[in-house]
């Protein structure tokens, strides 16, 4: 079965400081790994995800994440947080299945 | 690329009253179709997913039904709702297998009163 743990509910950030969320995974099998965003009273976007090859992935808005297999971890960093980043954050994982499984999500706060 | 429509965006009912939330989807064929709820401090809880027409499955066994009457739409339904369904409601759809991304509707609140 697969999993997903997103280490803390909310993180505070001021702007033009670094962003780190952190997400932990379980899966059977190489995963596919996901970070979306969502801002208040709206769906899910994508902001990257990783499939095969290269393990460090760069997405829209200036987000990366690494994929550790050692480690288990799919972190999402961004070197320097603009008010606009200020929204929730899932990372998710696809094993063998049809399905994605969300982590809880990490509310980002952005500071002046 | 593909559109999803969900409505409502908003929606009050009160305890004991039935549900219908409506998805359609456009700009692709045969997609898997999903239904996540999403309660404060929990996450996206999948409720069910459709590979195809009239073919549901359950995640999570509740006062919840879902349907799909036709490719590309997918319904939540429910005949009593209770205090515990309220929640923020999303359809979402991959093209293929879910190890695709998922593209999402903008959402339902739905407030149980």
């Known amino acids: 079965a697969q999993s997903v743990t997103q280490l803390g509910s909310h993180v505070s950030v001021s702007e033009g400081a670094l962003v780190l969320l952190r997400c932990n995974y379980s899966s059977s099998v190489p995963p596919y790994l996901f970070w979306y965003v969502q801002y208040p009273n709206q769906g899910l976007q994508l902001l990257l995800k990783?499939?095969?090859?290269?393990?460090l992935v760069k997405g829209i808005n200036g987000f990366e994440a690494e994929f550790k297999k050692s480690e288990t971890s799919f972190h999402l960093t961004k070197p320097s947080a603009h008010m606009s980043d200020a929204a929730e954050y899932f990372c998710?994982?696809?094993?063998?299945?049809?399905?994605?499984?969300f982590g809880k999500g990490t509310m980002l706060l952005v500071s002046p | 690329s593909q559109t999803i429509h969900q409505w409502p965006a908003t929606l009050v009912q009160p305890v004991g009253s039935p549900l219908s939330l409506e998805c359609t989807v456009e700009g692709t064929s045969n997609p898997n179709l999903y239904w996540y709820r999403q309660a404060a401090g929990r996450g996206l809880q999948l409720l069910f997913y459709?590979?195809?027409?009239?073919?549901i499955s359950s995640e999570v066994p509740q006062n919840l039904s879902a349907s799909r009457p036709q490719d590309r739409q997918f319904i939540l339904s429910s005949k009593k709702l209770l205090l515990s369904d309220s929640g923020f409601y999303l359809c979402?759809?991959?093209?293929?297998?879910?190890?695709?991304?998922?593209?999402f509707g903008s959402g339902t609140q739905l407030s149980v009163l």
């Open positions: 990783y499939t095969t090859g290269a393990t």
């Open positions: 998710a994982v696809s094993d063998t299945g049809s399905t994605l499984t």
């Open positions: 459709s590979v195809g027409i009239g073919q």
């Open positions: 979402a759809c991959s093209p293929g297998t879910g190890r695709e991304k998922l593209f």
